[in-house]
């Protein structure tokens, strides 16, 4: 290998030297090549010891290590060039010195081949091409994480959310997560560069509605007017539909006639893979109702024909604001959180949970990566709910919790049983049963009347009232259980109507004309609470 300048003659015949230094030497082949270098002596036999390098590892069959990698990236375009056509270097590797704006157009070219659909392409060119342009990157090396912090602090500082510059951070990652794979940088700029917590800084809030609520929107829209490009029964089942399958508003609208068999059991919906968001086809259950509306809907569409013709391409949270308004449910809630179309898809989910569906079968059904994001982000429980799977559990009263013991006399009917003084009050206090005494009835089965009406007597005769007045009564109902008598599920119960009726339970199984039942009473300021045991025997 040598590195000298070349000489020449000018026009006026005199001799001249190159102002560039040339690099002479014999490739892995054996032949011979020269590359222009540069102006500087020192600088041009770095790259001569470095080709030198590049052509030891070609002949051994080895591509370049970090430091020949970084030596390609910095080095004149027409050097690497040269160098790929000789194929010292893979063309990967010389690809490294083209504008920065060559490699997105073949990353982009990258994503298409992966299935990404044009949408997907087009915000990602969009996002990089944003950073690039603000600060004037012209080739790869140019990128910097300094340049990308700066950009994302600016934004945050704009009032971007956290959702949208993490849609930026991301289409820069996958960038440079390519050119790394390709061998086109060595170091990935981007690498170091963190996702923004998104759960500190949620802009749009969405909730779900009641089951009541969810039926007013359903009438209100199905009589409602047509507008965009839908009727209101059209609207209706489309609302339907999304708040039962959980489909997106893009995945509905790619929907047709030949997407639903409604002669399997059960009916089913297929979303093909091209529509749907994760590239994953899929068949969905659909509820009985809600296919016998299709089908009818249905009945004289051709096989191509579109499920909801007229389907606008982006307007969903816009017409469905309409129908919310004309339903009387606001958009936003007082702490303003909204109802939009993609809010059906958490409707589903809520619904499901509410039904008791195991958390892995909805996460399924939902068809979600993680049943995190089913269980918290799309998930509502409301207070109902919960007040619902509280009264479910065990209660913490005195007695409520305990084995009934029952004592009996020589004739071998129940007597009173000692409990402690609950109501507080004085002795002589107008209340009844103010001394906290416990009274036991028996209801045998020799009584004339059943044990239901004899109850409501007891109680009337104990506390000198009828039941006319609406006075609260709590209810313990004790469960069966291999013969031994228990305590259970506490339920409230009120009188209904003017003439006072009191409906009252019994425990499964159990039949009060026939069994033996024991009442024991304790008076509370409004209320009274009774324990009843069954005398199995």
Same mark, same amino acid.
């Given at each position: 290998m040598s590195c000298f300048q070349k000489t020449y003659t000018d026009r006026k015949g005199k001799e001249k030297r190159a102002k560039n230094f040339t690099v002479e030497f014999a490739d892995h082949s054996?032949?011979?090549?020269?590359?222009?270098?540069?102006?500087?002596?020192?600088?041009?036999?770095?790259?001569?010891?470095?080709?030198?390098?590049?052509?030891?590892?070609?002949?051994?069959?080895?591509?370049?290590?970090? @430091?020949?990698?970084?030596?390609l990236e910095m080095c004149p375009p027409a050097i690497r060039d040269k160098l790929a056509e000789w194929k010292i270097i893979a063309k990967e590797r010389a690809a490294a010195g083209r504008s920065i704006q060559s490699h997105i157009d073949e990353w982009l070219e990258y994503l298409r081949s992966k299935g990404n659909t044009p949408k997907y392409c087009k915000e990602s060119k969009s996002k990089v091409g944003r950073i690039v342009a603000q600060y004037g990157w012209n080739g790869i090396t140019d990128m910097s994480s300094t340049d990308m912090h700066n950009f994302i602090n600016a934004r945050r500082a704009a009032g971007a959310s956290a959702a949208t510059i993490n849609n930026h951070i991301r289409a820069m990652k996958c960038l440079c997560?390519?050119?790394?794979?390709?061998?086109?940088?060595? @170091?990935?700029?981007?690498?170091?560069?963190? $996702?923004?917590?998104?759960?500190?800084?949620?802009?749009?809030?969405?909730?779900r509605l009641v089951v009541d609520d969810m039926r007013t929107l359903m009438t209100a829209t199905f009589h409602g007017k047509k507008y965009h490009g839908?009727?209101?029964?059209?609207?209706?089942?489309?609302?339907?539909?999304a708040a039962h399958t959980g489909l997106r508003w893009s995945e509905l609208r790619s929907l047709c006639r030949e997407s639903f068999d409604f002669d399997t059991k059960p009916p089913t919906v297929l979303l093909k893979a091209d529509d749907a968001k994760n590239r994953d086809e899929a068949t969905l259950v659909l509820r009985e109702d809600l296919a016998e509306e299709l089908k009818a809907y249905m009945a004289l569409f051709m096989p191509a024909e579109k499920a909801f013709p007229g389907m606008w391409k982006d307007?969903?949270?816009?017409?469905?604001?309409?129908?919310?308004?004309?339903?009387?449910?606001?958009?936003? @809630?007082?702490?303003?959180?909204?109802?939009?179309?993609?809010?059906?898809?958490?409707?589903?989910?809520?619904?499901?949970?509410?039904?008791?569906?195991?958390?892995?079968?909805?996460?399924?059904?939902?068809?979600?990566?993680?049943?995190?994001?089913?269980?918290?982000?799309?998930?509502?429980?409301?207070?109902e709910d919960k007040a619902k799977e509280l009264s479910k559990i065990p209660s913490t009263a005195i007695g409520s919790g305990q084995e009934a013991a029952r004592k009996t006399g020589a004739d071998g009917a129940p007597v009173a049983i000692d409990a402690p003084q609950m109501s507080g009050r004085p002795v002589g206090s107008k209340n009844p049963n103010s001394?906290?005494?416990?009274?036991?009835?028996?209801?045998?089965?020799?009584?004339?009347?059943?044990?239901?009406?004899?109850? $409501?007597?007891?109680?009337?005769?104990?506390?000198?009232?009828?039941?006319?007045? @609406?006075?609260? $009564?709590?209810?313990?109902?004790?469960?069966?259980?291999?013969?031994?008598?228990?305590?259970?599920?506490?339920?409230?119960?009120?009188?209904?109507?003017?003439?006072?009726?009191?409906k009252l339970a019994p425990p499964a199984g159990f039949e009060p004309a026939t069994c033996g039942l024991t009442v024991l009473i304790k008076v509370y300021a409004t209320s009274f609470r009774i324990t009843k045991y069954i005398d199995m025997s």
């Open positions: 054996g032949v011979n090549r020269r590359v222009t270098a540069l102006p500087n002596r020192e600088a041009s036999e770095t790259i001569e010891r470095q080709i030198l390098k590049l052509v030891s590892l070609r002949m051994a069959g080895l591509g370049p290590d970090a @430091d020949l990698t970084r030596f997560n390519w050119l790394e794979d390709e061998k086109r940088i060595t @170091d990935n700029p981007m690498k170091k560069v963190p $996702i923004l917590n998104e759960k500190t800084d949620r802009r749009i809030h969405r909730r839908l009727t209101g029964p059209q609207r209706y089942l489309l609302y339907r539909t307007k969903g949270a816009e017409m469905l604001r309409r129908d919310l308004i004309a339903a009387g449910i606001p958009y936003e @809630d007082e702490s303003g959180r909204r109802f939009d179309f993609h809010s059906f898809r958490g409707q589903f989910a809520t619904l499901l949970n509410q039904s008791g569906t195991p958390l892995i079968t909805a996460q399924k059904m939902l068809r979600h990566s993680d049943p995190k994001l089913t269980a918290n982000l799309y998930t509502d429980v409301f207070i001394d906290g005494e416990i009274r036991t009835y028996t209801n045998k089965k020799s009584d004339e009347i059943t044990g239901r009406k004899r109850l $409501i007597q007891m109680l009337e005769e104990m506390q000198d009232l009828d039941f006319k007045e @609406d006075k609260g $009564i709590i209810l313990l109902f004790p469960p069966v259980a291999q013969g031994k008598m228990m305590c259970g599920d506490e339920k409230t119960l009120i009188p209904q109507g003017d003439k006072g009726i009191l």
